[in-house]
């Protein structure tokens, strides 16, 4: 089972300010590297497939990068609707698919 | 209107069983996965299986074999997912959400609701 590894576990950023969230994976995923948005009582919505493809009607402010094991959504110039919990997800190896354990992005 | 419609809440006892449904509407129901997920109370997301509409084939998770039953129904576009052996340990959101019909391209572009699941004696 590949283990997904987020960091840090909360981030506190100013409005406006930009956001760094990493993701490693306990073994090579390839590009194979999904991240979502979960905000509370709601499910998860999708921004980032393929590693670096933004999913339809995200706004360019999200942007991922990186291969193999090392991860990176940046969040640029973040909005008061950004403050939410961010998920990774590999999908390269599976059954089981598995996400990280999320990083808050909270107000500082 | 894509979407996807969960059944509601349901409380249980230990022991018991739970089945949770999925209603798939404004695409066709067989060119997508349909997996469930799952959430404890302020934890993180843990995925427990996934089910092929067209051939009704299925993948779970090690952690679930043998305690969980996923079906289809391609007549109503609905897929189910019954849960045996209930403990406290099974008190979650549980959320079903579809992937393409391909084993490459297994990211969530759409989820439901989420289903409430309680155990409680």
């Known amino acids: 089972e590949i283990v997904m590894t987020q960091s840090p576990v909360t981030l506190s950023v100013s409005p406006g300010e930009s956001a760094t969230l990493s993701c490693r994976a306990s073994q090579s995923v390839r590009t194979k590297l999904a991240w979502y948005q979960q905000k509370p009582g709601q499910a998860p919505r999708l921004l980032i497939y393929g590693a670096s493809t933004r999913a339809t009607g995200i706004p360019a402010r999200f942007s991922g990068s990186g291969s193999g094991t090392e991860f990176t959504l940046t969040i640029s110039s973040l909005q008061s609707e950004d403050f939410a919990v961010y998920y990774c997800q590999q999908y390269d190896h599976w059954p089981p698919l598995t996400f990280g354990g999320g990083t808050k992005v909270e107000i500082k | 209107q894509v979407q996807l419609v969960q059944s509601g809440a349901e409380v249980e006892k230990p022991g018991a069983s739970v089945k949770v449904s999925c209603q798939a509407s404004g695409y066709p129901f067989t060119a997508y996965y349909i997996h469930w997920v799952r959430q404890a109370p302020g934890q993180g997301l843990e995925w427990m299986a996934r089910?092929?509409?067209?051939?009704?084939?299925?993948n779970t998770a090690p952690k679930f074999q043998g305690r969980v039953t996923l079906t289809r129904d391609t007549s109503t576009g609905s897929a189910y997912m019954e849960l045996n052996r209930l403990t406290s340990d099974d008190t979650a959101l549980y959320f079903c959400a579809r992937t393409q019909d391909s084993g490459s391209l297994l990211y969530f572009d759409m989820w439901g609701q989420g289903t409430l699941i309680t155990i409680t004696s």
């Open positions: 089910i092929s509409p067209n051939t009704g084939g299925t």
